[in-house]
Every structure is written in C-alpha cells, then in structure tokens.
C-alpha cells in the first residue's frame, strides 16, 4: 500500500511498521541492512538528520522503495491532499 510521507517521523512510522511486520527486531534489522542500532533507533524516531543513503539502504533491505513525484505530477494510487 502507497503511503503519503511528508516528515521524517512518517519515514520513522513506515520503517517499524514494516519492521514489525517482518517480525524483526531494531538489532536484527540493523545487522540485515548494515547499520548501527543507534541508526535504526533514531530512524524510527524521525530524527531529521539522518543520511538520505542510510535511509534508502534501510528501506530497500525492508522491501520498501520510493517514487518521488515533480510538482503537478499525480500517481493514480496516490490522493493528493
């Protein structure tokens, strides 16, 4: 499912909801996606100064990806507020 994210503390809230959903736990997502504990804790957090390679890289090992769109672009599946 398409979500709208708009601050770091929505990419926070989608990354432990898939987290959980793979039923992982912070340290074992950590260690899949290469990264530190700390990282994952203060991405699930919405720490707004996280590395945007860091992030993408926690993302892709969950199954997520991203699709940015340009001003005025609309995606079918996404509902423009």
Not at 1 to 30: C, F, N, W, Y
Not at 55 to 80: F, H, K, Y
Request: charged content about 25%.
């Amino acid at each position: 499912m398409a979500k709208r994210v708009r601050t770091p503390a929505d990419i926070g809230t989608l990354v432990r909801s898939a987290r959980k959903e793979q039923h992982l736990r912070q340290d074992e997502l950590a260690g899949v996606a290469g990264v530190g504990l700390r990282f994952i804790v203060g991405l699930e957090g919405g720490k707004p100064t996280a590395q945007i390679g860091t992030v993408l890289q926690v993302l892709q090992t969950l199954g997520c990806s991203i699709d940015i769109l340009a001003p005025g672009e609309r995606r079918p599946w996404l509902t423009r507020f």
